[in-house]
């Protein structure tokens, strides 16, 4: 197991920032790449960002890029997910989730850790 705990979420403005954090026990944290997903109602959970052991290789949906960041810092366990220029559309459950191997990868059952959830909303 590795226990994953999100945090960071809430409400926004279109046009504002947020920035997400998922903190990791339990195990090596840089033995596991990691991602981003996101599931907004009545969709499937789909990839957001992910990044590999390093934070060297990384990867963004088409829908993201240009807009947040994925980064990870192993000495503390923990990687983010830095969201700007926040759209509407971005509204959902981020969930982090962890993958034993360096490398990442873009299919959701790839990954066999997950954590809670953090939820995105926006303000009017």
């Known amino acids: 197991q590795v226990p994953l705990v999100e945090s960071g979420g809430g409400l926004v403005q279109a046009g504002g920032s947020l920035r997400l954090s998922c903190a990791a026990s339990?195990?090596?944290?840089?033995?596991?790449?990691m991602g981003w997903f996101r599931q907004a109602p009545g969709k499937e959970r789909e990839l957001v960002a992910a990044?590999?052991?390093?934070?060297?290789?990384?990867y963004y949906a088409d829908s993201v890029k240009g807009r947040f960041t994925i980064s990870r810092e192993n000495a503390k366990n923990t990687v983010y997910l830095q969201m700007n220029s926040l759209k509407p559309k971005d509204r959902a459950v981020y969930y982090c989730?962890?993958?034993?191997?360096?490398?990442?990868?873009?299919?959701?059952?790839?990954?066999?850790?997950w954590g809670q959830g953090t939820q995105v909303t926006f303000s009017s």
């Open positions: 989730a962890a993958r034993r191997g360096r490398a990442y990868h873009i299919q959701r059952d790839a990954y066999a850790y």
């Open positions: 990044i590999n052991w390093s934070g060297g290789s990384t």
């Open positions: 339990g195990r090596t944290f840089s033995n596991y790449a």
